[in-house]
């Protein structure tokens, strides 16, 4: 990765709880939680992440758990151990053996 790309990046780590709105013009890490909206290019919640709020990038990768409104753009993955749950809307869907997906679904 760049440093351009760093720069414009956020990492919310382990043990970590953010309230508020965050807005990445890059790549948005969450291993901690994060209770709020979040928008980004690209997401990345791991295992350890829990998003609240309205969460809208062009992809999400789901190792940890999203609640309430999820937008992406192109793809959403969730991993064999990624929980989302609430309204969500995707491009295209891939769910692992083990995701969970719970709450109303619509294609773009």
């Known amino acids: 990765m760049s440093d351009l790309a760093k720069d414009k ?5 382990n ?3 953010f ?3 965050i807005k990445a013009p890059n790549q948005a890490i969450i291993s901690g939680t994060v209770d709020g909206d979040l928008e980004a290019k690209d997401v990345v919640v791991g295992a350890s992440g829990v998003v609240t709020g309205t969460t ?7 190792k940890g758990q999203m609640n309430e409104t999820i937008v992406s753009r192109d793809v959403l993955i ?3 151990t990624g929980s989302v749950k ?5 491009g295209e869907i891939e769910i692992e053996r083990g995701g969970e997906v719970k709450g ?5």
């Open 9 to 13: 990046s956020i990492f919310i780590g």
């Open 15 to 17: 043990g970590v709880v």
């Open 19 to 21: 309230s508020g709105s």
């Open 56 to 62: 809208t990038a062009d992809s999400i990768d789901v």
């Open 78 to 80: 969730v991993r064999g």
């Open 86 to 90: 609430g309204d969500v809307t995707y």
């Open 104 to 108: 109303d679904m619509n294609q773009r």
